[in-house]
């Protein structure tokens, strides 16, 4: 079926919602009028020139994960980075380097452990709740809480109640892309569309927010890509737990898929316009400053993102496959202002906490 790019283009700049099919042409619109449609989506979404950021710390408490997808350079099988586990006592050390530094929110991240029991992860929570009574804690993730779920053999719902109570906030999507044939290829170990969407769901039930992460460029088709955006704005619609999208393209260095190309600029920020247009009950759109550098992230601010995510006091798990993106505080509203943006630090509700004109 052929679509009228004139009458796409004037349902976009409407406000109207797009189908799949419709979004997977915007792939070969000229990228300056794609984002300048993203950027007008976002003014629809969120009619302000605030950019935000957030002081947040990702603890890796564990690189032993049975998992071992082809894309992961930092799990230990990988034989990149050595095998490890952190202690209660090294996890709060973390912490507390993130409260000195200002910091509100904290995620700790693993993988799939074949030996913790759920009273390992209720004695993270807790431990960094008792201490840190203040801190914000968006930590694990669906393919983990799916994989605690079938091992102690209780359901998705009453495990997330037991991790509600026990101080957990809020969850990552951690989404890598959704669509069963390419996981099956990447990442067959872990869970299933099906089963992330099962994890949304009893976080809504639980009146627990989320995201929705989308790992890109992996051999996957602009078919797929669009599949991705569907099942999450499906799943906003059904629960609204997604705060914000976050794509970030794959690098395939030091992995198991060193032969596929590394995706390209202009990829990313034509993922960044169509995201923001495709996902219209979406608020936030992050720039991944992270996988993409400073530049791009830059550039993305005018394209439909309009958050920049957090500063991130520790990142290893990017840095494993040989990519390391640093930045601090100054750095960060400093990339915002230089795009025309007003830099805002925020909470992990996306409060704003502080503003930084001029």
């Known amino acids: ?32 009028e794609l984002g300048k449609l993203g950027d007008l989506r976002r003014k629809l979404a969120f009619p302000h020139e605030q950019v935000g950021f957030i002081i947040d710390r990702i603890i890796n408490y564990s690189n032993i994960c049975e998992a071992c997808c082809t894309f992961c350079a930092y799990h230990a099988k990988a034989n990149r980075v050595p095998s490890y586990e952190l202690t209660n006592g090294e996890i709060i050390e973390k912490v507390e380097l993130l409260k000195d530094a200002g910091g509100c929110q904290v995620m700790l991240q693993g993988g799939l452990h074949p030996d913790y029991r759920l009273d390992r992860y209720i ?15 968006h930590s694990f993730s669906p393919s983990e809480l799916v994989h605690i779920s079938k091992k102690e053999g209780i359901d998705l719902d009453t495990l997330l109640g037991i991790f509600k109570d026990s101080g957990l ?32 769901e009893a976080l809504h039930h639980h009146g627990m927010m989320s995201s929705a992460t989308m790992t890109y460029g992996m051999g996957e088709s602009s078919e797929d890509r669009i599949e991705h955006l569907r099942v999450i704005r499906e799943v906003q619609d059904s629960t609204g737990v997604i705060r914000a999208f976050i794509p970030w393209s794959f690098s395939p260095a030091s992995t198991q898929m060193e032969d596929i190309l590394p995706a390209t600029g202009i990829e990313y920020l034509k993922m960044v316009a169509i995201g923001r247009i495709f996902l219209d009950n979406v608020t936030y759109i992050q720039a991944g400053w992270l996988t993409e550098g400073m530049k791009l992230a830059q550039i993305a601010l005018a394209m439909g993102a309009n958050d920049m995510g957090g500063v991130l006091m520790e990142e290893v798990v990017v840095k494993a496959t040989g990519i390391e993106t640093k930045t601090n505080m100054n750095e960060m509203i400093n990339i915002i202002k230089n795009a025309g943006k007003l830099p805002v630090q925020r909470d992990s509700a996306y409060k704003v906490l502080r503003e930084f004109p001029g």
């Open 123 to 137: 004695e993270m929570i807790k431990t960094v709740r008792k201490t840190f009574p203040e801190v914000y804690i």
């Open 169 to 200: 906030n809020s969850m990552p999507g951690a989404s890598d892309i959704l669509v069963d044939h390419v996981r099956e290829r990447v990442s067959p170990k872990k869970i299933k569309t099906n089963e992330w969407r099962d994890v949304m």
């Open 1 to 32: 079926m052929k679509y009228s790019k004139i009458a796409l283009e004037t349902k976009i700049e409407s406000g109207g919602r797009i189908s799949p099919e419709e979004a997977i042409t915007l792939f070969s619109w000229d990228l300056i």
